[in-house]
């Protein structure tokens, strides 16, 4: 079973701080790992993707990847209350896409 | 166009009426998927569609019958379904099955009385 987790949260961090995000994965062979956004009641949006060891950085966000440690992270610079959100983290390798239960955020004013 | 369309936005059902769920893109992807999320969960793969053919199924019960018309469409038919098949159900679409970018419709909530 190849298995995502994440921590469910709610993560609070005040407007203008770092929010980081942890994602692990099971399954050594995966290839592909994406970030998506969540607003409660709307469909999950990519806002992230990461395929080699290192950092990857788009505007307020860094996605992190650690393939020996089987880690994945997001971190959110500059936080504002609109990205309050429950954070999907996704990992794919020869089997369709397996998301984890999501982590969600509040930005607090 | 980078949308995946999706109708209609929300639909209530009887457990005994026949429904359909559709959805659309113009992107030229040529995989699409079903996806059902409940409350707080992650979204659950139901089917996925490749070059219009069926690849896979995720033991999804009966009462759930996909259709992909064209390499555009694709579709959820919906027969007695139960109160706890209630959900956001979500399609989306990739370049192709082992491209890795989904891209999301915005949903149907779906509500079974």
């Known amino acids: 079973q190849k298995e995502v987790e994440q921590n469910s949260g709610p993560l609070s961090v005040p407007e203008g701080a770092i929010a980081s995000l942890n994602c692990t994965y099971s399954?050594?062979?995966?290839?592909?790992f994406f970030w998506y956004r969540q607003y409660s009641g709307k469909s999950p949006e990519l806002i992230m993707f990461i395929y080699s060891n290192g950092d990857k950085e788009d505007g307020r966000f860094t996605a992190q990847l650690n393939k020996a440690s089987q880690y994945v992270s997001l971190l959110i610079r500059d936080s504002q209350p609109s990205d309050s959100a429950t954070y999907l983290c996704a990992v794919k390798g020869n089997t369709p896409l397996v998301f984890g239960k999501g982590t969600r955020l509040s930005v607090i004013a | 166009d980078t949308e995946v369309t999706q109708t209609p936005k929300h639909l209530v059902m009887g457990m005994t009426n026949k429904k359909s769920l559709k959805c659309e893109q113009h992107m030229g992807h040529r995989a699409m998927y079903w996806y059902k999320q409940k409350a707080k969960k992650p979204p659950e793969l139901m089917f996925v569609?490749?070059?219009?053919?069926?690849?896979i199924n995720e033991s999804v019960p009966s009462r759930f019958s996909p259709e992909c018309p064209n390499s555009s469409l694709l579709n959820l038919h919906l027969h007695a379904l139960q109160p706890e098949d209630s959900a956001l159900y979500l399609c989306?679409?990739?370049?192709?099955?082992?491209?890795?970018?989904?891209?999301f419709g915005s949903g149907t909530q779906l509500s079974v009385l």
């Open positions: 989306a679409s990739s370049r192709g099955q082992g491209a890795e970018k989904l891209f």
């Open positions: 399954d050594r062979g995966s290839q592909s």
């Open positions: 569609y490749s070059y219009e053919k069926l690849s």
